[in-house]
């Protein structure tokens, strides 16, 4: 059995671990989910109504009841209404996913493209005051919250020069793409500036272990210049560990999207999981989580098959 076919015969098994805790888990929330779905006008409805609407969800079973036939319908494709919007609940987060997707992307593109020449650059300069500078960023990077961030960008660049639009009506990106990315510039560096921070401090370890490496020293004996040893030779190996960084923190960028785009009132899939959760529309809570560990999941699948492109004295499942 390859290594591809044992991965992906372990993704029903994180699935159904995953459903059993969102499923479980979103049912310990204290409230009443008729109350939260209807609001002020459940105070309106009789006792068999209520008893009628419990019934129609199916919360009126045991919750072992309820999970047997949510899972029985999620063989079959189909992850249930949402009762906050009438729809099936695979419609309502499809809607939702592309921005989120986008947000992700985004933020990923940019904390590579900072993030990989900042470490280079510092493990080049070890110990002088350029290294200590880059290390000062990776630290506030990685123990700012996104929050802070995203509020402290909102103050300078949205309120105080007016450079960037903070929030208002969402513009798709195909319908206006230069007035999507204005809005999503803001956004994407709050949440990537957190992973910036992580892929530069790996950058700048992994290079300074792979320029005390044997091959380097060739290379440099040979009469490379510093140029092509850095960004040839010694690149492509440090480059290992930040990938394998990526496949992680993409499903952490996924997750982080709920704040982000609560703080800029984003339309996404974080948004739209957040307020499931605050109206206990729980088949949608579930088809949500679910969708996003299935994208963790194939997401570092991706990655771990990369590995043999980078380097190619990998070789998956040990071969």
Do not use: C
């Amino acid at each position: 059995m390859n290594y591809l076919t044992q991965r992906l015969l372990t993704f029903p098994l994180v699935l159904l671990g995953v459903s059993l805790l969102v499923f479980f888990a979103i049912r310990l929330v204290p409230g009443d989910a008729i109350i939260a779905m209807l609001g002020t006008e459940a105070g309106l409805l009789t006792e068999a109504q209520r008893a009628s609407l419990a019934a129609y969800f199916g919360l009126d079973q045991p919750i072992v009841v309820q999970y047997g036939r949510w899972l029985a319908g999620l063989f079959e494709g189909n992850l249930g209404i949402s009762v906050t919007y009438g729809k099936p609940v695979l419609e309502v987060i499809l809607a939702r996913f592309p921005l989120t997707l986008e947000l992700s992307l985004l933020s990923m593109l940019i904390s590579l493209a900072v993030g990989i020449p900042a470490g280079v650059f510092a493990a080049t300069r070890v110990d002088r005051p350029s290294d200590l500078v880059v290390r000062l960023f990776a630290m506030l990077g990685q123990s700012t919250p996104s929050f802070v961030v995203g509020l402290v960008l909102i103050y300078f660049l949205s309120v105080t020069f007016r450079m960037l639009p903070a929030m208002g009506s969402f513009t798709p990106l195909f319908v206006d793409p230069i007035g999507n990315l204005s809005q999503m510039i803001l956004p994407s560096i709050t949440l990537g500036l957190s992973f910036a921070a992580a892929v530069t401090r790996i950058s700048r370890s992994a290079m300074l272990d792979v320029l005390s490496d044997d091959y380097v020293r060739t290379a440099r004996s040979k009469g490379a210049s510093q140029r092509d040893v850095v960004w040839k030779h010694a690149l492509p190996n440090a480059l290992i560990p930040v990938v394998t960084l990526s496949g992680v923190e993409f499903g952490y960028l996924l997750g982080g999207a709920v704040i982000v785009e609560q703080i800029f009132a984003l339309p996404g899939l974080g948004r739209l999981t957040l307020d499931a959760i605050s109206q206990r529309d729980y088949p949608l809570v579930q088809g949500a989580v679910l969708f996003i560990a299935l994208n963790f999941l194939v997401v570092n699948l991706l990655v771990d098959l990369a590995y043999a492109a980078l380097d190619p004295r990998i070789r998956l499942g040990g071969k």
